[in-house]
Structure formats: structure tokens, C-alpha cells
């Protein structure tokens, strides 16, 4: 049993280390225990891949839920729990689960939970977080070397043919069927505010896109984002699509597959859109773009590097220099030269929507 971190960009930055240790071990049968908005990750990066959905706000909610997700654990019978999530709570579950092997990093007081706490590395012995994961199983034993079994610039993960009829009906229910440039924003970002640009600026960038693509904007998002989804809009001159909030993860990823072109902040829907292969601009603010920045071939990161960068912090204390010093110019001309080096066929005809 694996469980299976809680943020969309650890999911997609821990795929190397589960298929490191399908490798390593491939006639074990491995399933994951992850909550339900990572679970299309795991079911998009190998479709025959097993999950327990654990959802601690239906179904598991409560003692009662929980219990009943243990009953459902116990009754699987692991050999072996690996916990790449780094909360008690992980460890807490595998031990109530009876399962006799429990190996994860000794953090969050949990190390006399498991048969294997293992030291955490320090940050700057491993680098990008994705080396975070190998290095758990590399340490405990599990795999030789702590390397992904591919390149980590190799597209992470798919959209199965079986799952594109629904962005089929959805382009057409939209007025975008036919041949079309599709340009998908990510504006948000959970984290926080530090690690968003700003709206007016997206809003800017989005009509130069139209101007110089006839591109046809998607603004993504989740459910919370909507509002700062709609404030672009409202700051747009023409008139993009809005799917913030109204759709779930695995039709988002059908979906961005579309686009000939996403910009988004340093957020699980960058690591997604990356790995999948898309051409990704992805702007840096408080983070660490050598630790966290996006895997995936087309991928490029946009910094205006500051002294004070990286901070890691949610909310910026000063002037929120790192992002102030982000133009529209630089994302725009970034964006085009990833258009123009991508390989994906400007097929357009002329723009048709917009005001
Ligand atoms: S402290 Fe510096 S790096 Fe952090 S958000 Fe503010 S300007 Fe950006």
C-alpha cells in the first residue's frame, strides 16, 4: 500500500518513485490510498493502476468513516505500507491497519509508528522535490539507486482514448469544435497569493494572445478560484471560456490536452499540464523553481529573480517585488517563442468568438 500525498503537485512529482518501485518490485500488486481530487493523477498516469479513494469528507468522514476505510485496509491484507504523505495521521492509519511492514520519513512525531522512520534528507542533499520520494525508498532499502526509471523530462502522464468523449461534447456545447488554438490559463494557486501573478496582468496577456494566435482562452480553476477567474474576464477584452469551478480534475486534464498553449503560476495544475506534455509557461514568484519547478518536456519557467527569493512564504511581508517585476511583455514573448517551438500545428481559422 502506498499513501498517497494530498497535493496534486506531489502526486504528480512522486509518479517517478511509484513507477521506480513497480519496477523494483513487479509482480507485487501496489495500490495506492489517496484522497479524491489527486485520485485522476494515479488513474491518469496508469490506468490499470489500483486506488482506495479515501474521501475523509464523505464516505470516511468521522471515527465511523475511518473505521471503515481500516476495515477496508485490514481486509486487503498488505505486506508493506510505504507513506509518501509526511502526516501522522499516515502512520497512524497503516499501524491501525495492522499492516506489519510501515516505512515513511520520521516526521510529524510519528516515527514509533513505523518499523522503518527514516531520517528525512536535508532539502539541499536531493534537489527537486521528486528526489524527495526516490530518496524515502532508496533509503529504506526498496530500490539501488534513488534515479527515476525514465527521464524525468518523459510526459508522466496520459489521457486514455475512452476518456476523450466528454471534451468532444464539451468543445461543441462551447462553439469550439472545428480546428482551433486553444490557450488555457491557471491563474490560481492554493498556496497562496505569494505564489500568484496578477489578474489584470493575466487579463492582458490573455487579449495579446487572441490578438497574435485568434487564440480561444480557457480560464481554469477550482470551485475558489472562480471569482478571481471571473475578475479576469471582466478585465478582458474579448470573451474567454470560464470552466473554473465546474469541472473536476480528470475532465480539466481532457480538457487542457486541448490547448496548444497553457500559462499558469507555480500550482498543482502546472506540474499536471507539464507532465502531460503541454507547452507549459510557468511563472515563479516566492518558490524555488530548482525544487519544484515543472517536469515534462515542454515546460518553461519565467523567474524575476529578487534577493529575497526563494521565501517560500504564502503572503509576500514587503513589496511583492518578485512578481511586480513580472511583465506582460516577458510571459507574451515567453508564450510565443513556446508556441512557435512547440510541436503542436497552429491549425486555426480565422477567430470567431470575442468581443
Ligand atoms: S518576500 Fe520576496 S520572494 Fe517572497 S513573495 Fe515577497 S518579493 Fe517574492
Known sequence: MIRATNWIGDAVMSLPAIEALEARFPTAEIVLVAKPWVSDVYSHSDPARRIIVYDSRGEHQGIAGFSKLIGQLQSERFDAAVLFQN??????????????????????????????????????????????????????????????????????????????????????????????????????????????????????????????????????????ERPLAEDIARQMSHTPILVAGEITLGQSMTLMEQCGLIVTNDSGSMHVAAALGLPVVAIFGSTDARATGPLGPNARVIQHLVPCNPCGLRTCPIDFRCMEGMTVATVYRAALELVKASEKPLNRPAHTRGS
Open 87 to 224: 502526516a501522522f495521521h499516515a502512520a497512524w492509519m497503516a499501524w491501525r491497519a495492522g499492516i506489519p511492514v510501515r516505512i515513511g520519513y520520521a516526521r510529524d512525531s510519528r516515527g514509533f509508528l513505523l518499523t522503518d522512520p527514516i531520517e528525512p534528507p536535508p532539502a539541499a542533499s536531493y534537489g527537486h522535490q521528486t528526489f524527495y520520494y526516490l530518496h524515502l525508498l532508496f533509503r529504506a532499502g526498496l530500490i539501488a539507486r534513488p534515479e527515476p526509471p525514465r527521464p524525468l523530462t518523459d510526459p508522466w502522464l496520459s489521457v486514455g482514448a475512452g476518456k476523450k468523449n466528454w471534451v468532444t461534447g464539451f468543445l461543441e456545447s462551447s462553439g469550439l469544435h472545428g480546428p482551433r488554438f486553444l490557450a488555457g490559463l491557471f491563474p490560481g494557486a492554493a498556496f497562496g497569493p505569494a505564489k500568484r501573478w496578477f489578474p489584470d496582468r493575466f487579463a492582458a496577456l490573455a487579449d495579446r494572445l487572441v490578438a497574435a494566435l485568434s487564440a480561444d482562452v480557457l480560464i481554469f480553476g477550482s470551485q475558489t
